[in-house]
């Protein structure tokens, strides 16, 4: 046999062998779950994590108000958004990437969403995020970007209704740069603003206004926000730097406007900003490359100038590097799994990016689709039905197909987490008992309880299990057991194309250009 003929033949063997090891992970995980229900559930929770006064249709009735005097320090009006987990901290970057999410998969997936009953749910959640960016964003070079802070907050295990810890705020502004959390801010406002553009115009130019001169802030005074708010480098640290958010800002801004001085930023900056050079293997609250070089993607059979493609080629196979490495399709750096199949990346918190990778391979699965593409890998073409099947294997896992049949999605099916890390889930609720709970009472009585949580935080998605796929359900073990309102937007958008007709994709891929 020739020599080419042999090479041929053992790159065909080595595909098919891999195609093969993807066949055979799936058919333990076959199996489906309500996934319109873990869509309701999902937006639950987000009701869950509310700060400020409550609206008269509030559905998680253990919840109350809290922090109703957030700000007034400062004499400034920072009453709403979200606390982003178990503690009653309010962190600007990681809440502001949970409203961006979000958007994201309503764009994307409004009519599965609709369709399920739950689009008025939906832009209830981002326009609860939304409203307390446009408070924190005071002047255009000024916007506030945490209250309280983790040390003092975590002296205490207190219901939010209660908090005595301190609701200091602080800010970034022109001599105190936060180009990262300026960027996602931006980023959050400008994605909005495409969902809220026919619904209430208004609006959505008032989030435009506000996104563009965030970006221009966060752009003109280049600086990590951790280095000008100290407080928040041991719980959101800027690791990956603002870079990526800007860049990432700028996409959403071009996307939300079709300003050409947008997407030549996005162009002109892809090297020097890392766009185009960095290959990474993880989408986060932190590190935004992945979703930059995914939208990029989406953005190359659009354009027609052959320099343009160039760069956006290059985006791509930053992106396709990405989408591979969770395929374990890269000859090197693919993301771990566990025994079970999980993807893993670190010990804290792990479920987040099994959340943003599925996100990502629903949303590029149905791309290819629509374009007639394949995924293209260092071990052979991928199609969309294939990146798509491995999503829903994730989410499947997240459900109860996993060796120890637990839904880490807290509420959905019969065996959920019961000891959540979260201290209004692990306290009698307000409603319940409006005496005051203090500090250490709250330790003393609630978090070193066995019992399970008297409040069960619906659609919750959890830290989840460790690299062997054990988990311990212990209110202590907040590695595991804490929840994160990031988590679980990632998979708003993916439990909706679940649930929905697989015969929308094309529609969606035109509705998410059209709309933008």
């Not at 076959?30 to 309701?40: D, M, V």
């Not at 810890?165 to 105190?176: F, G």
């Not at 990346?345 to 099994?354: G, L």
């Not at 959920?416 to 306290?427: E, L, W």
């Amino acid at each position: 046999m020739k020599k080419g003929k042999v090479e041929k033949k053992i790159r065909c063997l080595t595909l098919c062998f891999a195609f093969l090891s993807i066949i055979t992970f799936f058919l333990p995980f076959c199996e489906s779950f309500n996934y319109g229900h873990a869509l309701s559930q999902s937006l639950l929770y987000l009701e869950s994590q509310r700060s400020g006064r409550l609206p008269y249709n509030q559905r998680v009735t253990w919840r109350h108000h809290s922090a109703l005097t957030d700000g007034l320090e400062q004499g400034v009006d920072l009453v709403g958004g979200y606390y982003d987990a178990g503690d009653n901290v309010k962190f600007g970057l990681p809440m502001a990437f949970t409203v961006t999410l979000l958007s994201w998969g309503v764009i994307q997936y409004g009519e599965q969403i609709a369709g399920a009953g739950e689009y008025a749910h939906a832009l209830e959640a981002i326009k609860w995020g939304t409203d307390y960016f446009i408070k924190a964003h005071t002047q255009p070079n000024v916007l506030w970007v945490e209250v309280g802070d983790g040390d003092t907050d975590h002296y205490c295990w207190q219901r939010p209704e209660d908090m005595t810890t301190s609701r200091r705020a602080y800010k970034i502004d022109a001599d105190h740069p936060g180009s990262d959390v300026a960027g996602e801010t931006a980023a959050a406002l400008a994605a909005a603003s495409i969902l809220f553009r026919r619904t209430n115009p208004h609006y959505s130019e008032l989030l435009l206004h506000h996104a563009e001169q965030l970006f221009e802030f966060g752009d003109r005074f280049k600086g990590k926000y951790d280095e000008s708010v100290g407080v928040a480098k041991g719980y959101y640290g800027s690791v990956s730097g603002y870079m990526d958010e800007l860049l990432w800002a700028a996409i959403w801004l071009y996307r939300a406007t079709q300003k050409e001085e947008y997407f030549k930023y996005f162009l002109d900056k892809a090297y020097d900003f890392g766009g185009t050079t960095w290959a990474i293997t993880e989408f986060s609250w932190d590190v935004k490359y992945a979703g930059v070089q995914t939208i990029a993607s989406m953005l190359l059979m659009e354009e027609k100038q052959e320099k343009r493609q160039v760069i956006l080629k290059q985006y791509r196979s930053k992106a396709e590097h990405y989408l591979c490495g969770c395929l374990n399709l890269n000859n090197v750096s693919n993301v771990h799994r566990t025994p079970g199949g999980l993807l893993y990346v670190r010990q804290w918190n792990n479920m987040q990016y099994v959340a943003t990778a599925s996100f990502l391979l629903t949303v590029y699965s149905d791309h290819l689709l629509a374009t007639d593409q394949k995924l293209h890998c260092e071990k052979g073409d991928v199609g969309p039905h294939e990146l798509f099947a491995f999503a829903k294997s994730q989410v499947d896992y997240i459900l109860g197909s996993n060796p120890m049949g637990m839904s880490y999605l807290v509420g959905f099916g019969s065996n959920f987490p019961q000891r959540v890390h979260h201290r209004g889930a692990s306290i009698e609720s307000y409603r319940g008992n409006k005496g005051f709970i203090g500090c250490t009472q709250g330790y003393d009585n609630w978090y070193g309880r066995s019992e399970p949580n008297p409040n069960v935080l619906v659609g919750a998605l959890v830290g989840g299990p460790d690299i062997k796929d054990r988990f311990k359900d212990d209110r202590r073990n907040y590695i595991q057991t804490e929840a994160c309102t990031y988590n679980t937007a990632a998979l708003v958008g993916v439990f909706a194309r679940l649930n929905g007709s697989h015969n929308h994709v094309y529609k969606n891929e035109k509705s998410f250009i059209a709309s933008s």
